[in-house]
């Protein structure tokens, strides 16, 4: 954390008497602002907990590659929802949100004020406006759609997909989005595109107080390359190979994750570890960009705090 940032001042503590029944504060940035740290210190000041809000540190597989918060931070201050996800699992928003809510409850028992932390823009967006009334699907629609995969190839199902939902298809053409997108459409008769235009639900119905972290961009992705290589020294590449040896099914969002896809890649000896490092680091700074993007343009903060 920025020994220049003044977390009373910063956090308007004279002002906000933050309530543990009917407040949230989030704490937002992109990846490498140091939004954990700044988290710990005003937990500190408030009493509070601090709940994960990144999409990647929710894997229990993915500890240095995630940067996930230390044993001795954790310690310290509660954390909640980091770590507890295993790789092999499409774990989605929906899933995340439904936890969110039964910690929230928990942290509400014990008088602790919440505080979320993370980037991950889906996440927050959920939090603050909900998700499209999407329907769970069934289990027989799961194999059903998974059996229709199989017979016909991913490039038949895709075009299938197309046809049912070109708008959603041209966007997400992944193996998971595909069969989610076929077998919503076979639950319900209609398409993806129908129900995200549906209002959202299940926003978190609280005082939200957001806060956006930020840093000038050239020194988050000083910072961003920095942490890689000190990653990779602490033992990431092995995080890596025990996903990989375990047969990792690469459409899953955990073989997407940074670091992860490229590394993946290197093990599988389609590249050079020096090129799986240099397209990491390229990929961190690709997704710096479009989290400064998607916070300029989706999310209207209380305060934002620019760090020196």
Not at 69 to 74: F, G, L, R, V, Y
Not at 159 to 167: E, G, H, L, Y
Not at 237 to 242: C, T
Request: aromatic share 10%; glycine share 4%.
């Amino acid at each position: 954390m920025s020994s220049l940032l003044n977390v009373e001042a910063s956090f308007d503590l004279d002002k906000n008497q933050y309530n543990y029944e009917k407040d949230l504060v989030i704490i937002a940035g992109p990846t490498c602002v140091g939004k954990s740290s700044i988290a710990m210190e005003l937990a500190k000041k408030i009493d509070g907990v601090l709940i994960n809000a990144d999409s990647v540190q929710v894997y229990e597989d993915l500890r240095l590659l995630s940067a996930r918060p230390s044993q001795e931070d954790m310690h310290h201050i509660p954390h909640f929802l980091y770590g507890y996800v295993k790789s092999q699992k499409n774990y989605t928003i929906f899933d995340w949100l439904q936890r969110l809510n039964k910690v929230l409850l928990e942290v509400k028992k014990i008088k602790k004020i919440a505080i979320l932390v993370g980037g991950s823009g889906l996440y927050l967006n959920a939090v603050i406006n909900g998700l499209a009334p999407i329907p769970r699907l069934k289990e027989e629609i799961k194999r059903e759609s998974m059996l229709k995969l199989n017979e016909i190839g991913i490039d038949s199902f895709k075009q299938i997909n197309f046809n049912i939902d070109s708008k959603f298809v041209t966007k997400n053409s992944d193996k998971h989005r595909l069969l989610r997108s076929y077998g919503v459409f076979l639950q319900t008769n209609k398409n993806m595109t129908y129900w995200y235009k549906k209002p959202r639900q299940g926003a978190i119905k609280k005082e939200i107080y957001s806060f956006l972290i930020n840093l000038e961009r050239e020194h988050i992705y000083k910072r961003c390359e920095l942490r890689f290589d000190n990653m990779l020294k602490e033992g990431a590449l092995d995080e890596v190979k025990k996903i990989h040896e375990s047969n990792i099914d690469r459409s899953l969002p955990v073989a997407k994750c940074l670091g992860v896809k490229w590394l993946l890649s290197y093990l599988d000896k389609k590249i050079s570890l020096e090129d799986a490092i240099k397209l990491s680091k390229r990929d961190t700074r690709r997704y710096v960009k479009r989290q400064i993007t998607w916070f300029s343009h989706n999310y209207i903060p209380y305060k934002t705090i620019f760090l020196k």
